[in-house]
């Protein structure tokens, strides 16, 4: 059937309104970042006025976002292949073999993700002071404290588990009769064909650990190690510091975010819909 022309007047303001709905405020965040005139918190600007990297200059010099950007991106980018690394170890264990206490151990993990992270912060904090035996010091304060914690993630593990528990056991057979071990068939026939979630737990992973706020409060007490949302959030309290300064540093905060989304938007977008013909 022809579209015919009100149809296509009717479908074209749909995805303008969609467009200013979406990209209308991260817009509105560029132009007031690289605007001269200073804004009242609260307050966007619509079009760069006077443009000028001034307050991204101060962002990185003064405020030093370069130091709290590097801890994030250290602490995102190990944690983030660890927690994968993980996930994925244990939902092949969970997927592919049969033992006892399989199905008691994967409630016990997706329990996990009905505990708000305020209700594991006081044991999380008395464990990370315990010290380590044998060495006598324990990982607070430490970029130790800010990634182990997050290594270990349910949302990953129960996701990962259902796309392995798709995979066709003939294949893992076949291997096995040509003579590779399990360290061969989970690298060489599983991960393969599990790439899609691969990508999908990973941005979801990052975004995760990127988001920290409570986790870094607990963890560290030296500034030097703060993360970039916990310094977006003494910013934001902060009377003295100008507006257009807290929304450039939140800019920068956001690049990395959508790095490692164009990087990784062709596994992700794979990874929903192989789940959503799947289901």
Known sequence: MKTTFPQKLARGAVYAL???VFCGPFWGILATAFSKTTVQPGQLLLWPDQPTLDHFIYAWTEVKAWIYLFNSLLVVAIG???QTTVSALAAYALARKKFRGAAFISLAILSTMMLPD???SIPLYLILHQKIPLLGVSIYNSYAALILPLVGWAF???LLTEFMKA????LEDAARVDGANEIQIFLKVIVPLVKPA???TTIFGFLMIWDQYLLPLIAVDDRSLYTIPVVLR???VDEIMQQNIFIA???IATVPCIVVYLLLQKQFNRGLMSGAVKG
Request: glycine share 4%; no cysteine; aromatic share 4%.
């Open 80 to 82: 983030t292949v660890l």
């Open 234 to 236: 003494s910013l934001r």
């Open 249 to 251: 540093v939140t800019v």
């Open 198 to 200: 691969l990508g999908t």
């Open 18 to 20: 969609l467009l200013i």
């Open 156 to 158: 990953s593990v129960f």
């Open 167 to 170: 995979v066709p056991r003939d």
């Open 118 to 120: 305020e209700v594991i």
